[in-house]
């Protein structure tokens, strides 16, 4: 029995090597993409009572509060730090939160995943970065599986929310080609940037376009709240934080890959905790765009171009 425990451990490292990562760092980044995972679930639950602007509003409040302390002028990047922070608070996640309220978390969770190729095509446009035919498969993948979910019958009925989230990536894609040229300027520092930026103007956004603000702020009960604090602190803060402390010793082909467990995650939860139906063309085109994603994240090798 002893014998056989040990084999046991010895194909399971064996396995682990193969990720290229420790044990614990391993576990880590399983841990980083259940908090993603669950996040759409807080803020769905939330978005229940809140409209999406004024969670928004609350959830960049909060982060202000504890990143205050980070902000600092960086001189002659400023205009860069500012384009990041605008797409990726107020404008990005004012998209994304109203897709969340009109739709279902397992298709808003799929369809996010096209910021990767979204970005891989703005930093052929703008970075003259080249792209070999494994990503370019990638990017059709990634674009057909999304197609595929936005063709289903059930989709229609929130097809405006997708619309949205599509939005959503679109602009968040914006940000991450600023951020690729962007240098010195910590995860943190940016992190309370951008809700510096968004919390104000989402606040008013939400006291123009949304009604009784102080009122549904008086009346939340735990559960809701529950949620605005989660997406704040366990998913923005411990997540990026910890995301950023493993690509400080991984490579991005290491992390990327795993980093597909966060919609997988989001689709397991929204079915077992939300009671989500997942038909049989959303779970292929969630099969067939996540796959696009993950080609398109795995570094191209610089092999002999076969012209392929």
């Known amino acids: ?13 064996g396995l682990l090597r193969g990720f290229g990562m420790t044990p614990l760092h391993l576990g880590f980044m399983v841990l980083i993409n259940l908090i993603w995972g669950f996040a759409l679930i807080a803020a769905k639950v939330s978005l229940d009572h809140f409209p999406p602007l004024l ?8 982060i202000v509060f504890v990143l205050f ?7 002659g990047r400023m205009k860069e730090v500012i384009i990041i922070s605008l797409c990726a608070g107020p404008v990005g996640f004012g998209f994304f939160f109203l897709g969340l309220a009109l739709s279902n978390a397992s298709v808003v969770a799929v369809t996010s995943q096209l910021g990767v190729p979204f970005a891989t095509i703005m930093s052929i446009v703008f970075l003259k970065e080249e792209v070999h035919w494994r990503r370019w498969l990638g990017i059709s993948l990634s674009f057909l599986g999304v197609m595929v979910i936005s063709f289903d019958p059930n989709v229609f009925t929130y097809i405006d929310g997708l619309l949205f989230v599509v939005a ?3 602009v968040g894609s914006i940000g991450t080609i600023y951020q690729r040229q962007i240098k010195n300027v ?7 940037w951008i809700a510096l930026a968004a919390a104000p103007l ?6 123009i376009f949304e009604s009784d603000i102080v009122h549904l702020i008086k009346t939340a009960n735990l559960l809701e709240w529950s949620g605005v604090f989660y997406v704040a602190f366990a998913s923005s803060l411990v997540g990026h934080a910890g995301i950023y402390y493993l ?4 490579e991005v082909t290491q992390t990327a890959p795993l980093t597909l467990l966060s919609p997988v995650f989001t689709v397991f939860f929204a079915v077992m905790l939300l009671g989500e139906v997942l038909t049989t063309r959303m779970m292929i085109g969630a099969a067939i765009a996540l796959t696009g994603v993950l080609i398109v994240s795995l570094r191209q090798k610089r092999i002999v171009d076969t012209g392929f």
């Open 1 to 13: 029995m002893a014998s056989i425990n040990i084999r046991r451990l010895l194909i399971l490292a």
């Open 55 to 62: 969670f928004a509003a609350l959830r960049f409040t909060l």
């Open 69 to 75: 302390p980070f902000l600092k002028i960086h001189k």
């Open 168 to 170: 959503s990536a679109l």
């Open 186 to 192: 910590g995860v943190f520092e940016l992190q309370a």
């Open 202 to 207: 989402m606040l008013g956004a939400s006291f």
């Open 247 to 250: 690509l400080q010793r991984y």
